[in-house]
């Protein structure tokens, strides 16, 4: 049976799954700004699938690793690891809404507004994530605190 990865090592394979991300949204966002009034939508809708089910993959590897390291972090671990799933299904929901909006939109100013929302609203999402779930003092090696602050 293979040891479970440390809190440091969860947190450094999200952090770089985010990064990966981020590149993936940089190349929909400069897809969508090219895109010309007659062009062909059909590679940014394709991409934007590609962003969403990559997204999606992402959110179900951070809930198979993330939720046990927040349940253990610290004693307000139940209630992170529920706020955690919760930012999930609204995550989920909005994001399935935003995509489809992109995939069923009819012109090509249509598609970069859409995709601009769906790109800025993963970005904050990340970036919130990032400081609330993956706070490198939350998810530590050790058990044992140095630092106490209010």
């Known amino acids: 049976m293979s040891e479970s990865p440390k809190p440091s090592e969860i947190r450094e394979r999200i952090l770089a799954q985010h ?25 940014v809708k394709a991409a934007a699938k590609d962003v969403h089910d990559r997204l999606f993959a992402h959110v179900k590897e951070e809930e198979q690793l993330l939720v046990p390291a927040l349940r253990e972090a610290d004693g307000f671990g139940p209630v992170r690891v529920d706020a955690l799933r919760q930012e999930h299904r609204e995550q989920r929901e909005l994001l399935d809404g935003i995509c489809q909006g992109v995939l069923d939109a009819h012109s090509s100013a249509e598609v970069k507004e859409r995709v601009d929302d769906l790109v800025r609203r993963i970005r904050e999402d990340m970036e919130e994530e990032e400081r609330t779930h993956l706070d490198p003092n939350l998810l530590k090696d050790d058990l044992v605190t140095t630092s106490f602050g209010g």
Request: cysteine-free; hydrophobic content about 45%; charged content about 30%.
């Open 19 to 43: 990064a990966q991300l981020r590149t993936q949204l940089d190349a929909l966002e400069k897809a969508a700004a090219e895109l010309e009034a007659d062009g062909d939508m059909g590679p």
